[in-house]
């Protein structure tokens, strides 16, 4: 255990608004784990859904196979884009897909690394996403290298969801409501640019960035974006020197 334990690395990567981010790869063990808990899910919900549409006879059978097509294309595709790039078992495990730069994961990419892991899949027990881990220095399967993604721990160094007590800011905080990609953008740019800035120019902009910060006035403020850009981050940034 110890020894798979050692493929989980840390990547420090740049993000486009210049951030620097030290994110922690997940390796192929706590991602079986992940996979297992979405498998029982999935299975439960087609039995289930089995069950239910069984009783409408020759027309329920045809609605169960269109189940069978949504949970098992749409169900990882449509947590990771609305769930902030995680399915249940990943949430479970402490575990989220972002993009190569550490922005949150979009349809495009989330459509194509679960179409691939049908390829992934072969010849059987997932032993081509086995061997693409090992080779690969980010422990990406076949999925991940085409849709330019990875799998990260969210918050602490064990894996584990509990969200990390950052020295500056507190907690990581999430929006109130979901926020664009453009948004996400401009709230790094800021989290990144900020410290550069007087502290009461910093407070100034901060308060101009409503309905975030609506309520708050100053140092309170600014605090807020900070703690809503490390969540979006997946990660606490890497502390800067004083």
């Known amino acids: 255990m110890a020894e798979l334990s ?17 994110l922690r790869l ?6 079986a784990r992940a996979w297992l808990i979405d498998a029982v899910a999935r299975w439960m919900i087609l039995v289930i859904a089995l069950v239910v549409l069984s009783r409408l006879g020759g027309f329920g059978y045809g609605l169960a196979a269109i189940a069978y097509f949504v ?28 993009r190569d730069d550490g922005t949150p994961i979009d349809w495009s990419a989330a459509t194509a690394r679960n179409l691939l892991r049908f390829v992934d899949a072969l ?17 990406k399967r076949l999925g991940d290298i085409l849709a330019g993604t990875v799998v990260t721990y969210t918050a602490s160094a064990n894996g584990k969801t509990k969200p990390v007590e950052t020295r500056r800011h507190g907690i990581p905080e999430a929006p109130p409501f979901p926020l664009t990609q453009e948004e996400q953008r401009a709230l790094l740019e800021f989290h990144q640019r900020a410290p550069l800035l007087t502290e009461e120019r910093a407070e ?15 140092g309170a403020a600014r605090a807020r974006l900070d703690r809503i850009a490390e969540y979006h981050m997946g990660v606490a940034l890497r502390e800067r020197s004083q």
Do not use: H
Request: net charge negative.
């Open 71 to 98: 949970v098992g294309i749409l169900y990882p595709i449509l947590f990771e884009v609305y769930w902030n790039g995680q399915s249940p078992g990943k949430r479970l495990s402490g575990l989220r897909v972002l």
């Open 26 to 31: 997940a390796g192929p063990v706590v991602r």
């Open 204 to 218: 100034e902009l901060a308060q101009l960035a409503l309905p975030l910060t609506a309520g708050l006035e100053g």
């Open 6 to 22: 050692a493929l989980d690395t840390l990547r420090r990567v740049a993000t486009p608004e210049g951030c620097e981010l030290t």
């Open 123 to 139: 010849p059987l027990g997932y032993a081509t996403a086995l061997a693409a881990m090992w080779i690969n220095p980010d422990g």
